[in-house]
């Protein structure tokens, strides 16, 4: 018996696309040297709360977490923090915070402005989707003041954080750090962004705001105390110095951003060379990767 075969074709169906929410956040700004304004927190963006991104089983999709911004020595303004993205998706780093006379910087938050009446800087716009139409919040205002008898001098403005403006410096008191915007896309609600506190002034430490912003120092100006760091993976500002910072005395850094991506448990990614980060067990019908360093491709199986 003869068999022939003829006419037969194959189809090789792609994998559906799939869906990933993230959070995305920048490096958090530094302060200046001396009265210095609380660095901005660091741009934040995320999906949750709005509609997810879809993506391509097998594709590959560029991640950059952002550094904090590097806190100044002397008198000299701080350094803004560094943009975190993820498949083009970009969170601005946070204002730096000024000096003496320096204004604050915008950035995903802006810096608070520094000592001797000096103006903070703006939030940058762009968060999509979002549940507020800008990536942060601005800093607040400097301010100088007669300090009879040791003379002039100054306190600085809150940096922004993302839900709340840093405050103004007021009467002899540095401003405190705006709050930062909880977000539970780990599994738990943490808050990142915050601002940080302002510096100078000759009350008290200002505060830094919720979502690792570090605290401002105090102090006349003849002290040399540097303010909180902002915390790590938070995009926390960093917390303004006292009134002069010398050679010696560095001002606070600000903390580095994170980006958070979230996706069905029955897809695995592979985080790629360059990148620091981890993927969680499945829990609630999603697996979560928190990349906290570096910069390199991801994608998913």
């Given amino acids: 018996m003869l068999n022939i075969l003829s006419g037969l074709t194959s189809t090789v169906i792609p994998p559906a696309p799939f869906d990933v929410d993230y959070l995305i956040v920048g490096g958090g700004g530094a302060t200046g040297g001396g009265r210095g304004g609380g660095g901005g927190g660091g741009g934040y ?19 950059t977490v952002g550094a904090g911004g590097a806190g100044a020595f002397a008198d000299n303004p701080g350094n803004s923090g560094v943009a975190s993205s993820f498949n083009s998706i970009s969170a601005a780093g946070g204002g730096r915070g000024g000096t003496a006379g320096v204004a604050g910087s915008t950035g995903g938050s802006g810096g608070g402005g520094g000592g001797s009446s000096t103006a903070g800087g703006s939030g940058a716009s762009g968060n999509t989707p979002t549940t507020s139409p800008s990536q942060g919040n601005n800093g607040g205002n400097g301010i100088g003041y007669s300090d009879f008898p040791t003379g002039s001098s100054g306190a600085g403005g809150g940096g922004g954080g993302a839900s709340a403006v840093g405050s103004n410096a007021s009467g002899t008191n540095a401003g405190n750090g705006g709050n930062g915007t909880a977000n539970s896309i780990s599994g738990s609600s943490v808050t990142y962004a915050g601002g940080g ?21 105090y102090g006349s100006p003849s002290t040399q105390v540097a303010g909180g760091n902002g915390t790590a993976n938070t995009g926390g500002g960093g917390g303004g110095s006292s009134n002069w910072a010398s050679t010696a005395v560095q001002a606070s850094n600000g903390g580095s951003g994170v980006v958070i991506l979230r996706y069905p448990d029955t897809r695995t990614i592979t985080i790629g060379a360059g990148l620091t980060g981890t993927e969680s067990a499945a829990s609630g019908g999603y697996k979560r990767a928190t990349i906290t360093a570096g910069t390199g491709n991801v994608s998913w199986s």
């Fill in 45 to 63: 963006r995320t999906t949750i709360g709005g509609s997810p991104v879809s993506l391509n089983i097998g594709s590959s999709y560029a991640v």
């Fill in 197 to 217: 506190g302002g510096g100078g002034g000759n009350t008290a430490n200002s505060s830094g705001g919720s979502g690792g912003g570090g605290n401002g120092a």
